[in-house]
């Protein structure tokens, strides 16, 4: 059995024994006891609400409801998940909320430098990787006309910031290939597009990875 898990499940089986145990020494033993077995066994009653207390206590300090994280949170339990339990699928989730909260729609993504605004992007700018991450990912993953035309028709400037992005994600070798691709192969799409549909599964797991790496940076 996990430890972890099990946990609630052995605090709260101690706290009713010792409850249990308390009740049985006040009721049954303690009228019938003498003064010097009485002031034993109310030392001993007094030990298991002890324990008792604590056990309450610290089943609440485990079982509390933490500040939510933006990627953690389940809002169905009202607390975090385990990161070992975040997956792409939860992550994309929470990035396509994202993406409404800092444009209109994705084309404005690739149309204004939403990658170089400090404000929407959080503490150390630590969503900026991010939705470099995502722009692309939904490249592949729509795969729309409308998406692929805004990309190829960014502006310099969002697309070096896009690059300065997927770099302050830990990227190098791709960012290379991106620039690369994109400075001489805008004439012919198609080389663009198998580049990125053919890292889609890449992008996944980087995202996933940079978000553990800084889990502590989304609340």
């Known amino acids: 059995m996990n430890l972890k898990k099990s946990i609630p499940v052995i605090v709260s089986s101690v706290g ?11 009721v049954l033993a303690v009228p019938n006891a003498n003064a010097a077995y009485k002031q034993v066994l109310e030392v001993i009653l007094a030990c298991l609400m002890l324990l008792l207390a604590a056990c309450a206590g610290y089943y609440m300090f485990i079982t509390r409801d933490v500040d939510p994280n ?8 009202k607390r975090n998940i385990p990161v070992e339990n975040l997956t792409f699928t939860i992550v994309n989730e929470r990035m396509t909320f994202f993406l409404t909260m800092v444009c209109e729609s994705v084309e404005q993504l690739w149309q204004e430098n939403v990658l170089e605004s400090d404000r929407k992007l959080g503490y150390r700018r630590v969503y900026r990787p991010l939705l470099a991450y995502k722009m692309i990912y939904d490249l592949a993953d729509k ?3 409308s998406y692929w035309d805004a990309m190829l028709n960014a502006a310099p400037d969002v697309l070096n910031s896009l690059y300065s992005a997927l770099a302050q994600g830990g990227e190098q ?5 991106f620039r690369y691709i994109m400075e ?3 004439e012919n ?8 549909i053919g890292n889609q599964k890449y992008i996944r797991g980087r995202m996933l990875g940079y978000i553990k790496r800084n889990i502590e940076l989304f609340y």
């Open 16 to 26: 009713v024994l010792s409850l249990i145990g308390a009740i049985l020494i006040f």
């Open 70 to 77: 933006f990627f953690l949170f389940d809002r169905a339990k």
């Open 143 to 145: 795969n729309l006309d």
């Open 173 to 177: 070798e791709m960012v290379k290939a």
């Open 184 to 186: 001489n192969y805008r």
């Open 189 to 196: 799409p198609s080389k663009i597009k198998d580049f990125i």
